[in-house]
């Protein structure tokens, strides 16, 4: 049979804390990522569809308009990585208030 043990409690809620302090650079270089290659697909898309040719001022804009899209995304990426890593720090708070109002009225 298995016994109470309030180390596990501890353990998750350190484990929560981990996650949440990475999840803000994962999800902003994931966002990032996406929002590079999603950004240069559809600039290379319009380019073509426009039949635009290769000059030096087109591929300069083009690559502006690339890096500013995957500015955007990156900074995306960070509110919703400050949200999740928030959410995980609020149930690490949670468990962390669990484990204390048992070793608080333990007998």
């Known amino acids: 049979m298995a016994t109470y043990d309030d180390s596990i409690l501890q353990q998750h809620a350190d484990t929560l804390y981990r996650a949440a ?19 240069a697909l559809l600039v290379g898309g319009f380019s ?23 500015a955007v995304a990156v900074c995306l990426g960070v509110i919703s990585g400050r949200e999740k ?16 109002i048992e070793l608080n009225t333990r007998k």
């Open 48 to 70: 073509a569809a426009d039949n635009l040719t290769s000059t030096d001022n087109v591929v300069l804009v083009q690559g502006i308009v690339v890096v500013l899209l995957t």
């Open 21 to 39: 302090n990475r999840i803000v650079t994962n999800t902003a270089l994931a966002y990032g990522v996406v929002g590079f290659f999603v950004s």
């Open 85 to 100: 890593a928030f959410r995980l720090k609020l149930q690490a708070q949670t468990v962390l208030c669990q484990r204390q």
